[in-house]
């Protein structure tokens, strides 16, 4: 996310016309983008949780998102099919493997709404859109009677945590806007984010 504000910053700065700050902030985040491609990843090839892991998290769903990479990128697409193994389960995502990386929380959790819509768009940029239609048609079905979405859903589709959960459902819109965006006119197309500022993505 330092990588993402940096981004946006310099951005912004080109806008309104700031080029001082444009250069400044660029060159920050391109040394941040190179720091985490040479030490983000693991012998693998696989981005991870954290710098000396071999453990996920579903924020890793924001790279392509967030245009950090490329979503058909070779490295992502490692990425993409290791979380499909290690934290995704019949469609639905976990944030992290408890397991893997202890958080010291009593109990389980269920799978995340927001994460589950990450990785639907994930799925649609690397153009592997045929599997985001239907994670999304079956994250649909786990709506209640007037379509609303809590922040988990538990192992037998009940919702848990808070409900409805705002975040979950700018995860269902931007899902939605960019898997029809894709559909239409292929994995080439881009997308949008409306968590951060709207801007067009890369």
Same mark, same amino acid.
């Given at each position: 996310?330092?990588w993402? #504000?940096?981004?946006?910053?310099a951005?912004l /700065?080109r806008?309104h016309?700031?080029?001082?700050? #444009? ?11 190179a720091?985490?491609c040479h030490?983000? /990843?693991?012998d693998? =090839?696989?981005f991870?949780?954290?710098?000396g892991?071999?453990?996920?998290d #579903? $924020?890793?769903?924001l790279?392509p998102l967030?245009?950090f ?9 490692s ?6 193994t290690e934290?995704v389960?019949?469609s639905l ?5 408890p #397991?893997? $990386?202890?958080?010291g &929380?009593?109990? $389980?959790?269920?799978t995340?709404s ?8 994930a &799925? ?5 859109l ?7 048609e079956?994250m649909l079905t786990? =709506?209640?009677?007037?379509?609303l979405? =809590? ?7 009940e ?5 409805? %959960?705002?975040? $979950?459902?700018l995860? &269902?819109?931007? /899902?939605?806007?960019?898997l029809?965006? %894709?559909?239409d006119?292929?994995?080439? /197309? ?13």
């Amino acid at each position: 996310m330092c990588w993402v #504000a940096l981004d946006r910053g310099a951005r912004l /700065a080109r806008m309104h016309d700031e080029p001082q700050y #444009a250069e400044k902030w660029q060159t920050l985040a391109d040394q941040i983008h190179a720091d985490i491609c040479h030490n983000g /990843a693991d012998d693998r =090839g696989v981005f991870v949780q954290r710098y000396g892991a071999e453990s996920l998290d #579903a $924020s890793l769903l924001l790279m392509p998102l967030e245009g950090f990479i490329d979503g058909r990128d070779p490295a992502w697409l490692s990425t993409l099919d290791a979380m499909g193994t290690e934290l995704v389960s019949d469609s639905l995502v976990y944030r992290y493997d408890p #397991a893997a $990386s202890p958080d010291g &929380l009593r109990g $389980s959790e269920g799978t995340f709404s927001m994460c589950t819509f990450w990785y639907v768009d994930a &799925l649609a940029r690397a153009g592997r859109l045929e599997e985001a239609r239907l994670t999304f048609e079956k994250m649909l079905t786990y =709506g209640n009677h007037l379509g609303l979405y =809590g922040e988990e859903i538990g192992p037998t589709g009940e919702q848990l945590g808070n409900f409805p %959960q705002a975040f $979950s459902h700018l995860g &269902l819109i931007n /899902a939605a806007i960019n898997l029809d965006r %894709q559909l239409d006119h292929g994995p080439t /197309a881009g997308g949008l984010n409306l968590a951060l500022l709207g801007f067009p993505m890369r």
